[in-house]
């Protein structure tokens, strides 16, 4: 098995274990992460639909970039590694199109051309290594209609570094459950460990577990999509998080 094979089974096995039963908690109110998806959509440049228009979401999820898509009027195609994500999304929204699938395989199962390509979230850092990178941007590039536009978001976890006691961090808690997420830094990828405390009728109970993620930094992904002939229309470090948008060239 490869290397690459192995950080994606990694990532599917952490998420359908521990994280993929317990998402929609872990984003609160799950309408108005969808709405804040909208306008961040809306800041990227992605308007209303014109006739017939595609759109893709790559690493989909639930849906909170996929379903403001749909309601813009673009016939939307979700991807994701978690077939239990994309059931929930696929219930709710029977309109998008759902594939459980590697992004980096969209293509084989829904090929282009799109108007519009999304990879948002931390979807980018799933990825095992630099060269799939790259190769997801072939892919995109590729797919895009002239003039199309690729947007993405990620973690600075290139330059936003955390140390000590920082690296523990409370995601979300309530009466019944806690999230808690520890960063480990090496130098091409952060190690994550979730940590799930449930309290049961036997008392309080955890479950853990670990996956990496790749350190990209703007400036190297910017290069990259550049290289490319990409227009890099937006680009900007925020918060810890990373924005990119490109349209792609006549």
Request: hydrophobic letters at 40%; proline letters at 4%.
């Amino acid at each position: 098995m490869t290397s690459s094979a192995t950080t994606l089974d990694a990532t599917r096995d952490h998420y359908r274990k521990l994280l993929s039963p317990i998402y929609r908690w872990m984003l609160g109110d799950f309408d108005a992460a969808v709405a804040r998806s909208r306008m961040e959509l809306e800041a990227l440049g992605i308007g209303r639909a014109r006739g017939g228009a595609r759109g893709l979401d790559l690493g989909a999820g639930p849906g909170l970039h996929a379903t403001p898509m749909a309601e813009l009027g673009y016939r939307v195609t979700a991807v994701d590694l978690s077939e239990e994500l994309l059931a929930e999304l696929a219930v709710a929204r029977p309109d998008i199109g759902v594939v459980v699938a590697n992004i980096l395989e969209f293509g084989a199962y829904s090929p282009g051309p799109y108007d519009v390509v999304v990879c948002m979230g931390d979807t980018l850092t799933h990825l095992p290594s630099l060269d799939d990178v790259d190769r997801l941007f072939d892919h995109v590039l590729g797919s895009l209609e002239p003039k199309g536009t690729f947007a993405l978001t990620f973690r600075d976890y290139a330059t936003s570094t955390r140390e000590s006691t920082d690296r523990f961090i409370l995601v979300r808690a309530d009466d019944a459950r806690i999230l808690t997420c520890c960063l480990d830094y090496g130098p091409d990828r952060v190690r994550v460990t979730d940590v799930v405390h449930e309290r049961t009728q036997r008392g309080w109970e955890m479950r853990a577990g670990a996956y990496p993620k790749l350190r990209l930094s703007l400036d190297w992904v910017v290069s990259r999509l550049s290289a490319r002939g990409a227009e890099v229309t937006q680009a900007k470090t925020a918060m810890g998080r990373i924005t990119v948008a490109v349209r792609a060239r006549p």
